[in-house]
């Protein structure tokens, strides 16, 4: 599915290798046209020639879940031709990103991960969806607040329309939670229980408590935000990575590391994926999609092991997402909003893409849908799309900044120093600040 804005392009570019090679298989039939991807049964002949095509340029998996809408498509506008152009996760975004600058190779739409929406919002390349004939804010009821928020560009414009959201989540392996006599209770109550029950789990299974200290930073940083509060950066755009939010997320960090708490398997990485085939990461804070995911080709040998709870300390977070957008330059800008509206609208659309993807659904209306209490046999029979719907409709409408990629990456680089070398937090947030808004001043 999708993976989460604090996710660094590393992480991206260390895929497993058997996963990329499936999926750049399946990205160059995409790429290639939508009938080369498609069951014969879907290739029969439209009862009248396509007059136009509709380009849509995606990526893995957000593509299949195109390629089960488009029987829908064909029913609804035989006249356009909808030809989906996939590439891997971050090919597609440095193609995106080329095609904006250079205003030349853009797609009639264009979907774009949680990560990048910032940076994309900002560019002044997307037609705002708020004006006619597209009128997105009548339509804002139709989505979870926050995941609308994310999609909003400078100036009260609406630049981008989500499809999923990633509800932030604690997913565990009970059976190492119950050899340890630790308790769901104790990891999610606070950061202090939860990694004094890591101690404990360590200790009496062998396991990690975490893949990664950087996952507890991350979590953290979003602790107390509240409606219209940027993650990095202000309404007025000054730098607030040396607040006390940053300051307790690090120490928090730099305190797991030190505890010998977490595997130090960054995520997407074959070490990453083994700790979790192997029991040897006993917990890790993501987005619910990350259940999916294991379930069909992380672990799917740890079925019924897994159990999905709320982040410790009671912190609400979205952990991914994925949107479209339609360039200025898109030449099918009529067919491009119905087709937005066919992925993000259409509550059968969302609930198969739930269902085949366990990519969540951004449209409230699917989260009173039935398949939300249905069980999920990976976990155990836990029914936790309730607990995930919950999530959803509380997590604070945090807005975006053009310039959160790069605050995630200094950030990140800054923790490095702090968590190998021993760079004193203070220090390494005061630096961060001076990088960041030099850095932001020269773009």
Do not use: C
Request: charged share 25%; net charge positive; aromatic share 8%.
């Amino acid at each position: 599915m999708v993976t989460p804005d604090a996710t660094d392009d590393r992480a991206r570019a260390e895929g497993l290798a058997g996963t990329l090679t499936r999926r750049s298989a399946a990205g160059a039939l995409l790429a290639a046209g939508l009938s080369a991807a498609m069951p014969a049964a879907a290739q029969s002949p439209a009862t009248r020639a396509p007059a136009s095509v509709l380009r849509v340029a995606t990526f893995p998996d957000l593509d299949r879940a195109a390629i089960a809408a488009a029987p829908r498509w064909r029913a609804r506008h035989p006249e356009v031709e909808l030809k989906l152009l996939s590439m891997q996760y971050a090919d597609h975004h440095l193609s995106m990103t080329t095609a904006l600058a250079t205003g030349s190779g853009l797609p009639d739409v264009m979907a774009i991960d949680l990560r990048y929406i910032g940076k994309f919002a900002g560019s002044g390349g997307f037609v705002d969806l708020n004006q006619a004939p597209y009128l997105a804010a009548s339509h804002a009821d139709d989505y979870v607040r926050f995941a609308m928020a994310q999609g909003a560009g400078p100036g009260g414009t609406q630049v981008a329309i989500p499809a999923d959201i990633g509800p932030g989540t604690l997913i565990y392996r009970k059976d190492l939670l119950d050899r340890a006599g630790v308790s769901e209770a104790e990891i999610t109550r606070d950061w202090s229980a939860y990694l004094s029950a890591g101690e404990r789990l360590r200790k009496a299974t062998g396991a990690y408590l975490m893949a990664d200290a950087a996952d507890l930073r991350d979590i953290a940083l979003r602790q107390g935000l509240r409606d219209g509060e940027g993650l990095y950066f202000d309404a007025d755009g000054r730098v607030l990575v040396e607040s006390a939010r940053f300051r307790q997320a690090f120490e928090l960090g730099r305190a797991a590391r030190r505890a010998g708490l977490d595997a130090r398997a960054i995520a997407w990485t074959n070490d990453w994926a083994a700790g979790f085939k192997q029991g040897r990461i006993a917990t890790q804070m993501i987005g619910a999609w990350l259940v999916g995911q294991l379930r069909n080709w992380i672990a799917p040998a740890t079925s019924g092991l897994w159990r999905s709870a709320p982040l410790p300390g009671g912190v609400r977070a979205a952990y991914g997402g994925s949107f479209y957008a339609i360039p200025k330059k898109a030449a099918n800008k009529a067919a491009a909003w119905d087709f937005i509206r066919l992925m993000t609208a259409d509550a059968e659309v969302q609930r198969e893409s739930l269902k085949a993807l366990d990519s969540f659904p951004a449209m409230r209306a699917v989260l009173d849908d039935p398949v939300m209490d249905e069980p999920i046999a990976f976990l155990g029979g836990q029914r936790a799309r309730q607990l995930w719907r919950e999530t959803a409709v509380r997590i604070p409408a945090i807005p975006v900044n053009r310039f959160d990629a790069l605050a995630t990456t200094v950030i990140r680089d800054e923790f490095e120093r702090v968590i190998a070398r021993g760079k004193a937090i203070p220090e390494a947030l005061a630096d961060a600040r001076r990088l960041i808004e030099r850095r932001a001043r020269r773009r």
